[in-house]
């Protein structure tokens, strides 16, 4: 937590509040250090010598170990990575939920801008001259909406403050803004030197599946698997365009499905009821045990925070305060013209699913399981692939369930998330691998999973800063084959619901971790 103490204010440890990390020279020799300290340390701990429960910790923190010296050793994030540091600058945190009094939000806010100006000399300090375009284009983009972010949102999100705060907390603000200023001219400068190397090549993209996921397999098998599981999806979009207008084009009918779509006023309404809707059928169908009583408040997103559709904001496990969690939906900017704000707004079967990713049985189900555990450990750190690929697994999931009644126009619905999440999958491989463009990775987000040319190449430009975002489908696949092994090994004891609490159990360990002490001597490969 002191070398990440924005993560430890989003897991609720309060007293990182304010805090900004250390990214000097010397610091990051010492975190690095530490690391690899620590990787040999927790590496020569004898795992039978535990309990099954302290096993499972080991692995977890071992994954965490190795996935932090990725990120510096190879990827080497604070020298070549510009979005480092403007992530850490970001205040939302305190301004997006009332866990303490503003007043004390408010000079937590103080202290991370007041420490803005020496935190950016660090950054222009450590950031190579030569630095990927696509990235430094990303970081400007989040630069100026930081700048915007805190001279207009933080000031209004703190109206309430009294007069001797609020006038400290703008003086602060303006120092937060020359700081994030003087990082933007210093991007634009580098901007002139920014070169299209952004690619780890086939050796060090197997490391990071490796190391970040616990998944050892060669890069050829695991293209393979992506392709295929592409090519699944694409035949049953086939199959269930063919049962709307069986002569009809795949992207006639997709495009016709696509354009039923909730009025802007009413998405959020829409959402609510998918929200109740997708609770009741968990407990109808017997799918999973939902933990507790929470509930998820369904809301339109802050201005501040509206950089995705939408999104879920879960209160942190060690929060001391009963906080509610938010599923935050954006509307379309009122200033785009009528036809932009249309397209912005998901169509049904997308709606329905997102609510489903986000929410019921996604990522607020698995945070509910999550925050169960009696370690600390479990709750702390989340493996990408574990974490998004049960989100996505439960899409279809489902949907095999009886989401939707066998309607087609839901079944497109999961099936588009699907095949957007493959050609991630995809140009992981190929931006990071296979020598691929930017172009070639945005013309195959538009011609398999039909994509917009502006979503098309947002999707490209992430894939060149990040890679892991194949986790989404790897993820759900190494979850999907758990689930059938299991359900051999079980046999007349199987049963859906029990597979599932088994499984979030294990907090959000990385899935190779949980396959292994499910299935024991029997686990076999993930894949």
């Given amino acids: 937590m002191d070398a990440h103490p924005g993560m430890a204010v989003s897991l609720g440890y309060h007293q990182y ?26 590496e020569s701990i004898e795992p039978a010598a535990l309990s099954r429960t302290a096993q499972i910790e080991r692995e977890v923190v071992l994954a965490a170990i190795r996935g932090e010296l990725f990120d510096l050793d190879v990827v080497r994030a604070p020298w070549r990575n510009p979005m480092h540091y403007v992530e850490a600058l970001d205040v939302s945190a305190y301004v997006a939920r009332d866990y303490a009094p503003l007043a004390d939000r408010a000079r937590a806010i103080r202290a991370v801008c007041d420490g803005a100006g020496a935190f950016v000399r660090q950054a222009i300090d450590n950031l190579d001259a030569a630095l990927p375009r696509t990235w430094i284009d990303t970081a400007l983009l989040m630069t100026d909406g930081m700048i915007d972010f805190v001279g207009r949102d933080v000031v209004d999100a703190t109206r309430a403050l009294g007069d001797d705060d609020r ?10 803004t020359n700081a994030l200023v003087e990082y933007r001219d210093f991007l634009r400068a ?29 890069l050829d098998r695991l293209e393979a698997i992506g392709r ?8 049953n979009l086939e199959e269930a365009a063919r049962a709307i207008r069986p002569r009809a084009s795949v992207a006639k009918v997709v495009a016709r499905v696509m354009n039923d779509k909730p009025a802007a006023d009413q998405v959020l309404a829409e959402a609510r009821a998918q929200v109740a809707q997708m609770r009741q059928f968990l407990i109808d169908h017997r799918i999973v045990t939902i933990p507790s009583d929470d509930v998820v408040e369904v809301r339109e997103s802050p201005p501040f925070m509206r950089w995705n559709f939408a999104f879920l904001d879960g209160a942190g496990p060690f929060e001391t305060a009963a906080l509610p969690s938010f599923y935050y939906i954006s509307p379309p900017d009122p200033a785009w013209p009528r036809r932009m704000q249309r397209a912005y707004i998901p169509f049904r079967g997308d709606l329905l699913f997102t609510t489903i990713h986000e929410v019921w049985p996604g990522h607020f189900l698995q945070g509910l399981h999550q925050r169960r555990s009696d370690s600390r450990v479990l709750k702390t750190f989340c493996s990408y692939a574990m974490s998004e690929g049960w989100a996505h697994y439960a899409e279809e999931m489902m949907w095999d369930a009886g989401v939707g009644d066998g309607d087609p126009r839901v079944r497109i619905g999961m099936l588009q998330n699907a095949l957007l ?19 070639d990775a945005e013309a195959l987000f538009r011609s398999k999973a039909f994509a917009d040319p502006g979503n098309a190449r947002q999707q490209a430009v992430r894939g060149t800063f990040d890679p892991g975002y194949l986790n989404y489908t790897l993820g759900k696949l190494m979850i999907r084959k758990l689930h059938d092994d299991w359900k051999t090994k079980v046999g007349d004891d199987y049963s859906l619901q029990r597979f599932h609490d088994e499984f979030l159990s294990y907090g959000c360990a990385p899935v190779p971790v949980i396959r292994r002490f499910m299935l024991g001597s029997d686990a076999g490969p993930p894949l």
């Fill in 17 to 42: 509040d304010g805090r900004l990390p250390d990214r000097s020279t010397d610091a990051l020799a010492r975190r690095a250090a530490t690391l690899h300290n620590a990787l040999a340390l927790f």
């Fill in 421 to 439: 999440r493959d050609v991630r999958f995809l140009a992981a491989i190929g931006l990071h691998a296979r020598g691929m463009s930017v172009e």
């Fill in 228 to 235: 295929a599981d592409l090519d699944r999806n694409w035949h």
């Fill in 190 to 218: 580098r901007a002139k030197l920014a070169t299209d190397a952004f690619a780890l090549g086939p050796e060090r993209f197997s490391q990071m599946v490796r190391d970040t996921e616990g998944v050892a397999i060669p």
């Fill in 167 to 176: 006038k400290a907390l703008i003086e602060s603000l303006a120092r937060c």
